[in-house]
């Protein structure tokens, strides 16, 4: 039981993951697995960057599918009204989501808590509204058609659903290796600090500001990145894409695999993708199940998946500890009744 | 001078309903703390439970507002009970995903009971009356009565009633209120009520010269938080005066700016005050 605990956490795991996914359009002889499980990633890689700003910063950022939405227009625009190539396109739409993330990063940070939360959710809206209005710039309602794919080299031909699956997967395991030297990083432990308490963090002499207009830019880029990615494989978009229902989604991502923790956007996306696609007669009911499924794990298991495996682990860590030092002086026992909390956050960071 | 005056009346329909809708979001805010994105959902059940009395039922357009307040208000209750009571000491992020599930949940079951169909509700009120050059229909002019009505009504609810007293003591001072013997339960369950009727009843006035459809909460909570920032997050008088100034803005700027962008001038007025003044226009200190 410890031994499969402790693989739990190893980095072994993430390495037989990262096995699976690479062998995965081997096994699958089913292209349309393999088409749903890219987007998924690249829903997920959108989800990491929410992660940044919402689980480690703390900061409910109800924008993240207009950055989405930003990230994949750029590459539209740029790709069919201005003949770019895609590589080129693709760069634009990071730094466009760098600039728009700065901006608004800059207004709405100043903010707190539920002021945060709603003007995100308006400045969401109105990303939505100009897609949709300014015909001149976003071709309107009727949408963008005909983006250029990502141009392969030698044989590789990202039009095909394997190499981009490929593609992708190399873009996700680029993101979580940053998330994971994030986290680890003084950087990483300044947004928990924040998290946790605005004027601890301040009384620690953490420039607030910055930190969190840091974490909104990268959460930002990584959303105008999956943006990106996604115009390019689906090749079409409308503004649909900035709908507020997309952020709703990858909080529910985020919420089921564990708010906060470095595996977490990931389990979550993949399993409710795969839920989804399961009850696909459900599609457009999704919300039914979804809906009560959010206010169940907020109210029950606020940590998610990851979270609570991690929660779990972390009691009976420190249940055994004070087993063992039952004979021992008092003293002993109170302090590793301590610890539960600081192993939780390391295997946290860990996992 | 008449369009003028034509669009004044206009912002005064929007202004009201903006007003009723944002009322109900300020009180719960107000005690609970919850900024409760659910509330738009609601006030879309309302529109439903209203038109549905009327066209299934045949029931006249005041029994329809009757149970649609009734349901709405069952609904807002059950919502309190069920799930913001139990996340009252929760972090603040909290509630903010359970309003968000309950919203997803509601619209999904009236997607599927109903489907996503754009319905037109019927009013016993199509004259249209003329004063000079100004031209209004009668249905407006309920909407602005109406509304109007229902606000003074609550007002003398909370500053003359003894229920109405305990709910303002536990928006001023929860501890004190506590302290004093008020029953937190009661209070909140009070609030959520009276929330969900001001909602059901905005609707079943608005729907007439607007239209039902599941998605039609989401502008309007949207505007209604926009007020209550503007107002200050918990005001009563706020809630009113910011509802009347997003109404006028809307109904002069699409009259007079743009009318495809009307939607927009909310949102980019709530940008440009809280770039100014981070805690709203009229808030004393931030909570």
Redesign the interface.
């Known amino acids: 039981m410890d031994r499969l605990m402790n693989f739990f956490v190893s980095p072994v795991l993430k390495w037989a993951l990262l096995v699976l996914a690479v062998v995965f359009p081997l096994i699958s002889d089913n292209e349309y697995h393999i088409y749903v499980m890219a987007t998924a990633f690249i829903w997920a890689i959108a989800v990491y960057g929410m992660n940044i700003i919402?689980g480690y910063c703390?900061q409910?950022n109800l924008a993240h599918g207009g950055f989405f939405a930003i990230g994949a227009y750029v590459v539209a625009i740029l790709t069919v009204d201005h003949g770019w190539a895609f590589w080129p396109a693709f760069i634009a739409a990071g730094l466009a989501g760098a600039i728009f993330g700065f901006l608004v990063g800059v207004?709405?940070l100043?903010?707190?808590?539920?002021?945060f939360?709603?003007?995100t959710?308006?400045?969401g809206?109105?990303i939505y509204?100009?897609l949709e209005?300014w015909e001149a710039l976003t071709h309107g309602s009727l949408g963008i058609i005909n983006i250029a794919p990502p141009e392969g080299f030698g044989f590789v031909d990202f039009t095909e659903t394997v190499p981009f699956y490929y593609l992708v997967l190399a873009f996700l395991v680029l993101s979580v290796w940053l998330v994971s030297r994030l986290s680890r990083s003084l950087l990483g432990r300044t947004f928990l600090a924040i998290r946790i308490s605005d004027d601890l963090a301040q009384s620690l002499g953490i420039n607030l500001m910055r930190n969190k207009v840091l974490a909104f830019v990268l959460s930002t880029v990584y959303a105008a990145s999956a943006g990106a990615l996604y115009a390019g494989v689906v090749r079409f978009i409308g503004p649909a894409e900035a709908d507020?229902v997309h952020t709703?989604d990858m909080?529910t991502y985020l919420?089921v695999g564990g708010i906060g923790t470095l595996m977490g956007p990931l389990l979550g996306t993949l399993a409710i993708t795969w839920l989804t696609q399961m009850l696909q007669s459900l599609e457009?009911?999704?919300?039914?199940i979804?809906?009560?499924?959010?206010?169940i794990l907020?109210?029950f298991f606020?940590r998610g998946i990851v979270g609570g495996f991690l929660t779990w682990r972390g009691r009976r860590l420190a249940n055994k500890a004070s087993q063992q030092d039952q004979g021992g002086e008092s003293q002993a026992s109170t302090q590793t009744s301590g610890t539960p909390g600081a192993d939780k956050q390391e295997a946290g960071n860990n996992a | 001078m008449d369009l003028f005056l034509q669009q004044v009346l206009n912002g005064l329909t929007l202004g009201s309903i903006y007003g009723l809708v944002a009322l109900g979001l300020t009180l719960v805010y107000g005690i609970l703390h919850v900024p409760n994105f659910a509330h738009g959902a609601l006030y879309m059940v309302g529109a439903y439970v209203a038109y549905f009395t009327m066209v299934d039922l045949g029931l006249n357009y005041w029994l329809a507002m009757i149970a649609a307040g009734a349901v709405v208000a069952f609904l807002s209750v059950l919502c309190e009970r069920l799930v913001f009571h139990p996340l009252r000491n929760a972090p603040p992020i909290h509630d903010k995903i359970a309003a968000i599930g309950i919203l997803l949940f509601l619209e999904a079951v009236v997607q599927m009971y109903w489907g996503a169909d754009f319905r037109r509700m019927p009013t016993p009120y199509t004259e249209i009356l003329h004063f000079g050059g100004l031209t209004i229909p009668a249905q407006r002019l309920l909407i602005i009565a109406g509304a109007f009505g229902l606000m003074g009504a609550l007002h003398l609810y909370l500053k003359k009633t003894m229920t109405g007293a305990t709910i303002i003591a536990m928006a001023q001072n929860r501890e004190g209120a506590f302290l004093v013997g008020i029953d937190a339960n009661r209070v909140a369950m009070m609030t959520f009520a009276i929330a969900g009727v001001l909602a059901a009843v905005g609707a079943t006035l608005f729907a007439p010269i607007n239209l039902v459809y599941p998605a039609m909460g989401h502008l309007l909570i949207m505007k209604a938080f926009v007020i209550i920032i503007l107002g200050g997050m918990g005001s009563i008088p706020g809630a009113i005066v910011g509802g009347l100034i997003i109404g006028f803005a809307e109904a002069l700027g699409g009259f007079y700016i743009s009318n495809e962008y009307k939607d927009v001038i909310a949102f980019a007025l709530l940008v440009v005050i809280l770039s100014v003044k981070p805690t709203g226009l009229f808030t004393k200190g931030v909570r």
């Open positions: 919402t703390g409910l207004v709405s100043r903010l707190k808590e539920h002021y939360a709603i003007f959710l308006c400045v809206f109105i509204l100009l209005k507020v709703f909080i919420l457009e009911y999704r919300m039914i979804f809906g009560p499924m959010l206010v907020v109210i606020p």
